[in-house]
């Protein structure tokens, strides 16, 4: 059984480019989350999905950041723009359900690195 | 909104003694509690959780933690680690409520264990 899965695991982009960071959640796994980690900090919540529906983007730090989960299985975190400032750890991670009784089960991350 | 604090950023021990991972948290509602582990390489994964009921939970591998409202604190402990217990360990505290989804994460504690 295959875990979360994100790609790329690595990613440098210069300042002003567009990057995607593609999320193949676990099948069947009805909610998947996005995280950012910046060096040396804990996991930030960024957006929430429970199926196709972007239920909560209240941790998405500036209108660059957009976030899809078209047909309920594979996401994608779009960084327009990307500023020194994005560079970080962005972790996806799903869960069967929606509760914290559900164990949310993350990915290996992709860094990102913006020159 | 809710915050954790892990006082320690770095934990060195020696294989076969005790040790202890502190984790405060602030919120104005109850809670969740979660410890998380990331190993070398590796995604994070759910050490062990708090939702209701005893206040002492326990994980497979020996680790504990107990959650204490009046301290605001659910420290992590061990017994005695082994060298495959090194790893840098999460807190994390959701609220009890709709938002249950949503984890804050401290910034993390890196515990080596030397031979």
């Known amino acids: 059984g295959a875990g979360v899965s994100q790609s790329p695991r690595y990613k440098v982009a210069k300042r002003g480019q567009d990057v995607a960071l593609r999320c193949d959640p676990i099948s069947g796994h009805v909610s998947l989350f996005w995280y950012q980690q910046a060096l040396g900090q804990g996991p930030e919540f960024l957006t929430y999905?429970?199926?196709?529906?972007?239920?909560?983007k209240s941790g998405l730090p500036s209108d660059r950041f957009f976030a899809e989960r078209p047909e309920g299985s594979v996401s994608t975190l779009k960084i327009q723009r990307t500023q020194q400032e994005d560079s970080a750890v962005y972790l996806c991670a799903s869960s069967i359900r929606d509760r914290a009784l559900n164990e949310q089960f993350f990915g290996p991350g992709t860094r990102l690195t913006v020159l | 909104a809710q915050s954790v604090t892990q006082l320690d950023s770095q934990v060195p021990v020696f294989e076969e003694a005790p040790v202890e991972l502190r984790c405060n948290y602030s919120s104005s509602v109850s809670v969740y509690l979660f410890w998380y582990v990331q190993y070398p390489n590796q995604g994070l994964q759910l050490l062990l959780k708090y939702l209701s009921g005893s206040t002492l939970v326990e994980s497979i591998n020996g680790f504990e933690a107990e959650f204490n409202k009046s301290q605001t604190s659910f420290h992590l402990r061990k017994p005695s680690v082994h060298i495959s217990d090194t790893a840098e360990y999460f807190c994390a505290v959701s609220d009890s409520g709709g938002s249950n989804y949503k984890l804050t994460f401290g910034k993390g504690t890196l515990l080596t264990v030397n031979p």
């Open positions: 999905f429970q199926n196709e529906a972007q239920l909560d």
